[in-house]
């Protein structure tokens, strides 16, 4: 194959990524695509417009995960897998998930125009719910598509609204086949050879250094909890403060307790992302306080004396771990694949291990898997600032689109 038709078409990935970026646009740049929101139920529905377009058949499973298959359509041959996800975060940025789903396109644009006998069968996997903003907990579709989460659990998780994965999952597929797209049914646990995700780094380390490929080897292990304090709900003005059960203020308390003690756990990322206080009245004492805790490391050692620290300072409260995950090594045969592929192309590359969790670290349960990082300018994301050169992006997108040819040539048999 020449080298022009192993290249990625730039304009192709960037006009696809701004398209993309006014689904959920918001006002000050950012963007908002809730999992199984009509945003990302719309966003999911051009994906696949563009996928039919080069002959992919479209499959869903139980949990709202879409496959784009590429090749092998009457074959049940295991395939290659590349993908990431398309919801956000409420606030999010323009390159989380949906670079590594429009990259992942781009690999089967190039694939397609090749004698389908030279390639084994490849999907595109947008994986539902990955970012755990909506329903918890985060990577809930990959999660249940390994058998790390039980299905039945996970669609009755409800959001803020009091509406159901399940209720939520049943409208976008509805929508989705009323715009006459046909999904097949995938089983949960299905077979796949192997599967890569191009991610922004998300982080300051390779900005900083100068280098142009994160090669991914380990995704660091993760705790979240929700803790709920109890209290007395009372009149702001005439109750005296001796003797207030005030729920807010043992909830403070309790997270200086948390602090002191988590900080003294080296390398430990610890977040308070989400506080909840009932019954929210700016005239009365709080009787309930809810925040959420989440935790990440490494070492899976610390990650369990740190939960059990947790669990101790939190006797009094009413303690519930939303996700345990531990540190997850990736297939060292991919990781050397994608640093042969930089090299090949003269791009500086090193190894890292992921602060983020990402469904790859699921589906390193099913198959050998890996990740490729890209830069993002000031290692912001989660943000509407989130951003990643043009360069950087297409650099990245030829990476991928090497690596998966690479694990899905015929001769790589
Ligand atoms: O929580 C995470 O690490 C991911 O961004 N959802
Ligand atoms: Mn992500
Ligand atoms: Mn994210």
Not at 253 to 280: K, S
Not at 354 to 382: E, K, N, Q, Y
Request: proline share 4%; net charge negative.
């Amino acid at each position: 194959m020449s080298d022009q038709a192993r290249t990625v078409d730039r304009v192709r990935i960037l006009g696809r990524l701004g398209e993309m970026s006014r689904i959920g646009a918001l006002e000050n740049g950012g963007v908002c695509r809730l999992a199984l929101s009509p945003d990302e139920t719309e966003a999911k529905a051009r994906l696949i417009g563009w996928a039919q377009a080069l002959g992919c058949v479209a499959y869903i499973d139980d949990i709202g995960n879409l496959f784009l298959r590429l090749g092998g359509a009457d074959s049940a041959e295991a395939p290659v897998l590349v993908g990431s996800h398309l919801d956000t975060q409420p606030v999010g940025g323009n390159f989380d998930g949906v670079l590594g789903v429009i990259a992942a396109l781009e690999c089967l644009e190039i694939m397609a125009r090749q004698d389908e006998r030279a390639f084994m069968p490849v999907e595109i996997a947008v994986w539902c719910n990955e970012e755990g903003a909506r329903f918890n907990p985060t990577t809930m579709g990959s999660a249940v598509h390994v058998g790390h989460f039980p299905l039945g659990e996970a669609l009755a998780v409800t959001d803020a609204s009091g509406q159901s994965v399940e209720a939520s999952l049943r409208q976008s597929t509805a929508s989705l086949r009323a715009a006459g797209i046909g999904l097949s049914h995938r089983d949960l646990g299905a077979g796949y050879k192997a599967y890569v995700e191009l991610h922004i780094e998300q982080g300051p380390v390779l900005e900083n250094e100068g280098v142009g490929i994160g090669v991914v080897t380990d995704v660091q292990g993760l705790v979240q909890y929700r803790i709920e304090v109890s209290g007395v709900a009372g009149h702001a003005g005439a109750v005296p403060m001796e003797g207030r059960k005030d729920a807010l203020t043992r909830a403070r308390a309790l997270m200086a307790e948390l602090d002191a003690e988590l900080g003294a756990f080296g390398g430990l990322r610890f977040t308070v992302g989400r506080i909840n206080v009932a019954p929210g009245s700016i005239n009365t004492i709080p009787a309930k306080a809810e925040f959420t805790l989440d935790v990440r490391h490494p070492d899976p050692q610390v990650l369990s004396q740190v939960s059990r620290r947790i669990e101790a300072l939190c006797a009094h409260a009413q303690l519930t771990r939303l996700i345990y995950q531990a540190p997850i090594p990736f297939d060292a045969g991919i990781v050397s694949t994608i640093e042969q592929v930089a090299e090949q192309y003269g791009v500086s590359s090193r190894r890292m291990v992921s602060g983020a969790t990402h469904d790859a670290a699921h589906v390193a349960a099913l198959c050998p898997t890996g990740m490729i990082f890209v830069p993002c300018r000031g290692g912001i994301s989660h943000n509407e600032n989130e951003y990643c050169e043009p360069d950087d992006v297409v650099q990245g997108a030829q990476i991928l689109a090497e690596t998966i040819m690479a694990l899905a040539g015929r001769q790589a048999q």
